[in-house]
């Protein structure tokens, strides 16, 4: 079955940029849809289709999709951006999601 | 504005089964525009994808669940159904309902989710 990889943790200052990757064989041949994911709360659609944010979603949030690995980059990173984010494909009739990454604000 | 609530047992015994339900407002389980689907999540741990449910009932189940999973489409009270079966500790987690516009492959709409803890 398709695995994909993510660091577990990513730590970013206050104000700074914020990269999580997120790796798969062939990954730049698919979608990749990211999610966040406050603690105690349910998963929220943060990007979709590599780069494409949905309503509400604030431009800092932005995603990119090439070669060997996505990437999910938060600009101007804020204290309510701390939280897990998980990114997801479909692959052979199936949906994966990544294990996540835990996102510390400084 | 589409909301899915998750409702059923927040505890089950092992090796019975898991039953719950997801209602939804704001849009239709009847509508041929969408998938859906169940998700969990195990304490402290990832995503982990159960299946779908389309508004004709035929379902797409995760290989490494199938022979447990059933799901189902009450498209006259506007819900969709989750059944596990010879549950076991290790299927206590979260569960949530959650849509995928067809051809979209990505979920737009989640549950807040349910915890169910398999216990005796």
């Known amino acids: 079955s398709y695995e994909l990889t993510q660091p577990l943790s990513v730590s970013v200052a206050l104000g700074q940029t914020a990269r999580i990757t997120c790796g798969g064989d062939?990954?730049?041949?698919?979608?990749v849809h990211w999610y966040q994911q406050r603690p105690g709360q349910a998963p929220v659609l943060v990007i979709y289709?590599?780069?494409n944010r949905p309503s509400g979603i604030p431009e800092r949030f932005s995603g990119s999709n090439s070669g060997i690995r996505a990437t999910l980059t938060i600009s101007r990173a804020q204290a309510g951006d701390e939280a897990d984010y998980f990114c997801?494909?479909?692959?052979?009739?199936?949906?994966?999601f990544g294990p996540g990454t835990k996102v510390t604000v400084l | 504005q589409v909301q899915l609530q998750e409702s059923g047992p927040g505890l089950v015994k092992p090796s019975e089964t898991l039953s719950l339900t997801c209602t939804v407002s704001?849009?239709?389980?009847?509508?041929?525009?969408?998938?859906w689907n169940w998700i969990r999540q195990s304490p402290g741990k990832g995503l982990e994808w159960i299946g779908y449910?389309?508004?004709?009932?035929?379902?797409n189940y995760n290989v490494s669940l199938k022979s447990r999973v059933t799901m189902s489409v009450d498209t006259s009270n506007n819900k969709f159904s989750l059944k596990l079966s010879s549950v076991t500790a290790a299927d206590t987690a979260s569960y949530y309902c959650?849509?995928?516009?067809?051809?979209?492959?990505?979920?737009?709409?989640w549950g807040q989710g349910i915890l169910v803890t398999v216990s005796s």
């Open positions: 959650a849509r995928v516009r067809v051809g979209g492959y990505h979920f737009d709409y």
């Open positions: 704001g849009a239709s389980v009847n509508s041929g525009a969408y998938h």
């Open positions: 449910i389309y508004y004709s009932g035929t379902a």
């Open positions: 062939n990954i730049g041949s698919k979608n």
């Open positions: 289709r590599d780069n």
């Open positions: 997801q494909v479909w692959d052979r009739n199936s949906y994966v």
